[in-house]
């Protein structure tokens, strides 16, 4: 089946730092979907990208759909201690509504 | 607050027990899903219900038994798990229509214990 490998897995940060993760597929999607996770809680919604090559802002988030429709990279900027959480890409292709996610890459963050 | 809500938050059962995981979703979706979240493993899809009709069973054993009475409400039966079953069931909702992209809403999960 499909599979999206997310990467880096983890990620130990200082406050104040830039973060880049991206994932990577074999198969083309269609619609590519940013998630964090904190503890004990679902996934919670961050961006929706619907177009290659869509750039999209969310506060200090901002994500992109890959021009090959198989890569989307998200990114934060100046990291604070509440952006600690697993972060999960998902790509939805024309095949019904189901989504693929990531392995997830976890944050942590120093003060 | 997602619009998506699960009873209960946490539930420590038995092999032999059964119990009914609760999901309902307030944000007038018409399909719903089930997914496992296990430790270090990507999320797993369980089951779509659309229009509430099941239209995906992704292989999951016979133990668990989804039920959607309505769009808005979906339940997870559990029978005889076992201890491997152990992990964060999550519910999820999303507008799917033919053609059009839509997203899911999840809700903040069930944490299961198998003993």
């Known amino acids: 089946g499909q599979q999206l490998n997310q990467s880096p897995q983890s990620m130990f940060i200082q406050e104040g730092e830039d973060v880049s993760m991206n994932c990577t597929s074999s198969?083309?999607?269609?619609?590519w979907l940013w998630y964090k996770q904190d503890p004990g809680e679902g996934p919670v919604l961050l961006i929706a990208?619907?177009?290659?090559?869509e750039l999209t802002s969310n506060g200090r988030l901002t994500a992109q759909f890959g021009i090959t429709r198989k890569d989307s990279f998200l990114n934060i900027s100046a990291s604070i201690p509440s952006d600690v959480g697993i972060y999960f890409c998902?790509?939805?292709?024309?095949?019904?509504?189901?989504?693929?996610f990531g392995g997830g890459t976890r944050l942590m963050v120093k003060p | 607050e997602t619009g998506v809500t699960q009873t209960p938050r946490h539930l420590v059962m038995g092999m032999t027990n059964k119990k009914s995981l609760k999901c309902e979703q307030h944000?007038?979706?018409?399909?719903m899903y089930w997914y496992k979240q296990s430790a270090k493993k990507p999320l797993e899809l369980m089951f779509v219900?659309?229009?509430?009709?099941?239209?995906e069973n992704n292989s999951v054993p016979s133990r668990f038994s989804p039920e959607c009475p309505n769009s808005s409400h979906l339940f997870l039966h559990l029978h005889t798990l076992q201890p491997e079953d152990s992990a964060l069931y999550l519910c999820?909702?999303?507008?799917?229509?033919?053609?059009?992209?839509?997203?899911?809403?999840f809700g903040p999960g069930t944490r299961l214990l198998v003993l």
């Open positions: 999820a909702s999303s507008q799917h229509s033919s053609g059009t992209v839509e997203t899911q809403y």
């Open positions: 198969s083309i999607f269609n619609t």
């Open positions: 990208l619907y177009k290659a090559g």
């Open positions: 998902a790509g939805r292709n024309n095949a019904g509504n189901m989504l693929t």
């Open positions: 944000l007038g979706h018409n399909a």
């Open positions: 219900y659309n229009f509430k009709e099941q239209t």
